[in-house]
């Protein structure tokens, strides 16, 4: 068998009983597809609202515990995805190492959440054109038809086509950030600019902890959602060469460069524009679902002021293509990850059979078109009547990246018992995580304080039933997936003396 290709037993790919999976994304790939998935609008419009919520100091801190978060998981995800590399990741561990009706429930729910933000970036990629093309002149659903035309071919071909368009959609946003940065430290330097202003915006008002602990609290969940796609890295190491040498060295790499891009920014950021700055404000309280609001948004961004005073005059319009080229970014590894894992939930009969069909070129094309199509519908809700049915959408899915991390670590932790009760020794793992156990543990209780803080504002202010199911109706989704199954299947957790630590799928 051909090194590159992904050896698959699975006889539900009868239509195509000669083709797998192929192992053609290289070290860079991986790299950019995590760092892509982490570096979008979060950092590009919603940074600003974070410094005004915390002051300077509190978004440092929130930022940077949720970094440590994050570290955690990496390594709990590299330590499995060096160990067993599959396009199923999470839902496979959790299969395994948790029980059947955990891993039915970790795989629908990442497919829908990444299958409804294709939809979310349609809708965003829309209202970015209108500020060069108005909807008068333009119709919106063309350029959502052009867009989602566009993620389709990328992904309908070869693996390698997905790699290599995410690759260059992730290197225009890193080399930006990296120019945010470099610029930034001129003007703090005071090389650039004028005169350094030092550390006198974290002594201004209340900085640099505005809000105190609450206000922390704040940032530290618009960061936990800012760094969701650092996980994709698990999804494609089933189709990543040399999986034992590439998926370990993109944990180790893709952290410190995401950490070093959200914290440098923000310490940038922090340094040069005070707290209290009206534009900051002004963007931070922008309707961005609105092409004015938008067009707000990405003009008071930290960005686009930083870029303007370091003089470039089309400040403005070069973040607004930034933040286009970061949207298909977004869009592209939704639509790459959700396929991969809706084939192996077919794999695995937790699915239609007709979903683990591939192409000769090893490209789940039957999974890609439901992908596509889910994506359009859930698109076209957004443009009938109020949208609210969109909006109900895009609320379903906003806990399900904390779900899968939980996910993430509660497996590791099931893995690891597992593979100390079935004789192993650990020091014969490929890659093995640092500060075990105390980092999964770490990393499920703080997901979980990011899940339960989402309602803190409705139960401390007034109390709206309503209000409450438009936060947690995915988690609801969740565990009524994981309650369903294990109620049908009457499936049990798995003994870590008989889980399943074969190395492949």
């Known amino acids: ?7 698959d037993s699975s006889n539900a790919n009868s239509g195509a009983s000669t083709a797998q999976l192929q192992r053609k994304l290289k070290a860079r790939h991986l790299n950019m597809i995590a760092i892509g998935g982490a570096i979008g609008t979060g950092l590009f419009v919603a940074s600003g609202g974070t410094i005004t919520g915390a002051g300077p100091g509190g978004a440092l801190v929130a930022y940077g515990a949720i970094g440590v978060m994050v570290f955690f998981l990496m390594q709990s995800l590299g330590e499995m995805a060096t160990y067993c590399p599959t396009s199923g990741a999470f839902e496979v561990f959790a299969t395994r190492y948790v029980s059947k009706s955990f891993g039915f429930a970790q795989g629908w729910n990442y497919w829908y959440n990444w299958a409804i933000t ?10 970015v054109m209108q500020y060069w093309f108005p909807e008068s002149v333009v119709p919106a659903w063309v350029w959502s038809l052009v867009f989602l035309l566009i993620l389709f071919v990328l992904n309908a071909f070869t693996v390698r086509g997905f790699g290599e368009s995410e690759f260059w959609f ?29 550390f006198t915006n974290f002594t201004t008002g209340d900085a640099p902890f505005v809000h105190g602990f609450w206000g922390i609290m704040g940032v530290f969940m618009i960061a936990g959602f800012s760094f969701q796609g650092t996980e994709m890295i698990g999804i494609a190491a ?16 893709v952290f410190m460069r995401i950490l070093l891009f959200y914290i440098g920014a923000i310490a940038v950021i922090a340094f ?20 004015q609001g938008f067009t707000e948004a990405v003009t008071k961004s930290p960005f686009t002021l930083l870029f303007e005073r370091a003089g470039i005059a089309i400040a403005a319009g070069v973040m607004n293509a930034v933040i286009l080229t970061s949207i298909l970014s ?61 909006v109900w959408l895009v609320n379903a899915s906003g806990l399900a990246g904390f779900i899968t991390w939980m996910g993430i670590a509660w497996s590791h932790y099931c893995f690891r018992r597992a593979y100390k009760a079935q004789g192993k020794d650990v020091a014969d793992l490929p890659y093995k995580a640092l500060f075990y156990p105390a980092g999964p543990i770490i990393a499920l209780i703080m997901c979980a304080v990011v899940v339960v803080g989402q309602s803190l504002d409705v139960i401390t202010g007034e109390f709206s039933i309503m209000n409450f199911l438009a936060i947690y109706i995915g988690l609801l989704f969740f565990l009524a997936l994981w309650g369903g ?7 049990r957790a798995v003994n870590p003396r008989e889980a399943d630590l074969s190395r492949h799928v």
């Open 1 to 7: 068998m051909a090194t590159n290709e992904i050896p």
């Open 118 to 127: 294709v939809a979310a970036e349609l809708v965003a990629a829309t209202i």
């Open 170 to 198: 992730a290197s225009i946003k890193v080399v930006t950030v990296i120019v945010f940065l470099a610029l930034g430290l001129l003007m703090v330097l005071g090389i650039l600019g004028g005169k350094s202003p030092g």
């Open 238 to 253: 089933g189709e990543t060469e040399d999986p034992e040498k590439n998926v370990p060295r993109a944990t180790r790499a």
């Open 272 to 291: 040069l524009i005070p707290y209290t700055d009206p534009a900051l404000l002004q963007g931070a309280n922008a309707d961005s679902d609105t092409a």
């Open 330 to 390: 977004a869009g592209n590894s939704g639509m790459y990850v959700a396929t991969r894992m809706l084939y192996s939930l077919a794999k695995e009969k937790k699915a239609p059979a007709i979903f683990a069909r591939l192409t000769g070129h090893g490209v789940p094309i039957m999974a890609l078109i439901a992908t596509t199509l889910v994506g359009a519908l859930c698109f076209a809700t957004s443009r009938v009547g109020t949208g609210q049915v969109y």
């Open 485 to 491: 199954h294990k109620l049908v299947t009457r499936s």
